[in-house]
């Protein structure tokens, strides 16, 4: 969904009056009840065609089914007030009654005190990078040895896919699903999914399998730690996992030169994402989330990169995920015509790349990662 749907941006407003309101004056008071009543009316006006309405706070931006909402005074107060409280994801789902709203209101209200509220059809929660010490980080170490297990297990799997890719054949869905839900489970239950970044490596000969699984449980990690979760991380995982399959109908020739391309061999490759998206599309069952991450994520956030769209467009959150993933990971591999970088060399050209290549709080979200990674105890290694 490209637009959010107007009663969005309208049940926003209701929420957010009524909540200053509630502070003000009283939870009782008839402003509070007026507005908590139109509040209801476009909620359920938005959950006539969706299971629930999931909002996530990044920095100032309230995102909505993956794309930045364009700001506005209200949802500026509305985001200020979750931020205030510490709450950075809301969801509110199908059969939310008049009671849960006026106690999501009276929640949204209080200044400090706990802010965990939760019915069987509203849901408060925070947006928290959880980083553990101690034994517990290291019991999470030895979980990690692992992923090299799991890497072997699916590697058939995903070469399969690509010699499928490769013929322009039908993908196997289910199988893409089966993949990134082993890569999602792990990083899930690992004491600090972030720590899955220390061990991935990644080999000369089988660079291609190897960083789609990275930029894949990379994009995951950035997901599940900005409170995304269940169907929406399957998908956004699919989409990273999937992201340079425009690659596979690159030849082989401009794809593995060891040296610079010249400027027909770079027009070709910078056809990649295009074809990859409409082989995506061509594939009934492959989230469309996907499709949009082989077009986008190159583009850049300034839209400098490729390929080159209108100054109106909106760049969906996931594609700049996998952006930040996809930058971090070439950097820290062995390439023919260049070593890997060290971490405090890639920490730098993120940070100077934040803003014009890269989603500036996308990416000082990812080096706030790094941080705790490579401070005293952390767990993240250069290659």
Aim: proline share 4%; glycine share 8%.
């Amino acid at each position: 969904m490209n637009v959010p749907p107007a009663a969005l941006p309208n049940l926003l407003h209701h929420l957010a009056t009524a909540s200053a309101n509630a502070f003000l004056y009283a939870a009782g008071h008839p402003q509070v009840a007026r507005h908590c009543a139109h509040a209801l009316t476009e909620a359920e006006g938005l959950l006539a065609d969706r299971e629930e309405i999931s909002l996530v706070l990044i920095g100032n931006q309230l995102i909505f089914e993956g794309r930045p909402l364009e700001q506005s005074p209200t949802l500026e107060r509305f985001a200020q007030g979750l931020r205030a409280r510490g709450i950075g994801h809301l969801k509110v789902r199908r059969g939310v009654t008049r009671q849960e709203v006026i106690g999501l209101v009276r929640t949204l209200s209080r200044h400090g005190g706990e802010n965990s509220f939760s019915t069987d059809h509203v849901r408060l929660g925070k947006v928290e990078v959880r980083f553990s010490r101690g034994e517990s980080e290291t019991a999470a170490r030895r979980e990690i040895s692992g992923l090299g297990d799991i890497h072997a297990d699916e590697r058939a799997k995903l070469m399969e896919i690509y010699e499928v890719s490769r013929r322009r054949s039908k993908l196997k869905v289910v199988g893409i699903f089966e993949i990134v839900s082993s890569f999602v489970d792990v990083v899930r239950e690992i004491a600090d999914p972030l720590l899955a970044l220390g061990p991935l490596r990644s080999k000369d000969d089988d660079y291609t399998f190897t960083h789609s699984t990275n930029v894949c449980i990379l994009t995951v990690a950035q997901a599940m730690t900005l409170g995304v979760e269940e169907s929406l991380l399957q998908d956004i995982g699919v989409a990273a996992l999937l992201h340079d399959i425009g690659k596979l109908f690159i030849p082989a020739e401009v794809l593995e030169k060891p040296g610079r391309l010249d400027d027909a061999e770079w027009e070709i490759m910078r056809r990649h994402p295009l074809l990859g998206a409409r082989y995506l599309l061509e594939n009934p069952g492959v989230p469309r989330i996907a499709v949009i991450a082989a077009y986008e994520h190159h583009m850049q956030f300034d839209f400098r990169g490729y390929p080159s769209v209108g100054g109106d467009w909106q760049q969906n959150l996931c594609s700049q995920m996998t952006a930040v993933s996809d930058v971090f990971d070439a950097l820290r591999t062995k390439r023919p015509y260049r070593g890997a970088m060290e971490m405090g060399k890639i920490a730098g050209i993120l940070s100077e790349g934040a803003g014009s290549q890269l989603n500036p709080v996308l990416s000082r979200h990812f080096l706030r990662l790094l941080d705790r990674l490579n401070s005293p105890g952390g767990s993240a290694a250069s290659d």
